[in-house]
């Protein structure tokens, strides 16, 4: 009977660690998925291979695989330069360095995309809880999640991957 109990004990402690390395956070309420016609153009225009030539694997990794890089890692996630943060897979517009702030949960966040084609969101309901994840809406790879708990004017937080951006400095 003692082995069921550390056997049980075991499994709830590698579920709340798989949960934390993942990066994820509580469900909060999330703006609805796009329910715009999709302008993305099909991610099957590069092959795996060619995808994981072009791109570092944790790049690959974030963007293919629907990864999360670990908090407060990513090289964007403090940054304050001026610019465009671009798709690294397309080189996308997706957010103005403008809308960027500090949200306190280790990955850059921002407030509103550059423009509503920028990105897309789709339903995730993966590990216990439901999210709104962000795609680019040009190419479809994987950014992150947005959630409801941002800042006014919009109440949004696009919470980004540094790997699936690229800073443009402006010109």
């Not at 796009?34 to 302008?39: F, G, I």
């Not at 990794?61 to 001026?82: H, L, M, N, P, V």
């Not at 397309?90 to 702030?101: D, G, H, I, R, V």
Request: hydrophobic share 30%; proline share 8%; with cysteine.
């Amino acid at each position: 009977m003692q082995n069921y109990w550390i056997a049980l004990i075991a499994l709830a402690l590698i579920a709340v660690l798989l949960i934390s390395l993942s990066g994820r956070r509580p469900a909060v309420t999330s703006p609805a998925p796009s329910q715009t016609p999709s302008t993305q153009e099909p991610a099957a225009q590069k092959s795996k291979a060619e995808w994981k030539e072009k791109l570092s694997p944790e790049q690959y990794r974030i963007c293919w695989q629907k990864g999360t890089e670990q908090a407060f890692t990513g090289e964007y996630w403090d940054s304050t330069q001026a610019g465009t943060y671009l798709c690294v897979c397309c080189s996308n517009p997706l957010f103005e360095a403008e809308t960027k702030y500090k949200s306190g949960t280790g990955w850059p966040s921002f407030w509103k995309p550059s423009s509503e084609q920028s990105v897309q969101t789709n339903a995730d309901r993966g590990l216990f809880v439901s999210r709104t994840e962000v795609v680019c809406g040009k190419c479809g790879a994987h950014l992150g999640h947005v959630f409801s708990d941002g800042p006014q004017p919009t109440g949004l937080r696009y919470c980004i991957n540094s790997a699936s951006l690229r800073l443009k400095p402006p010109e």
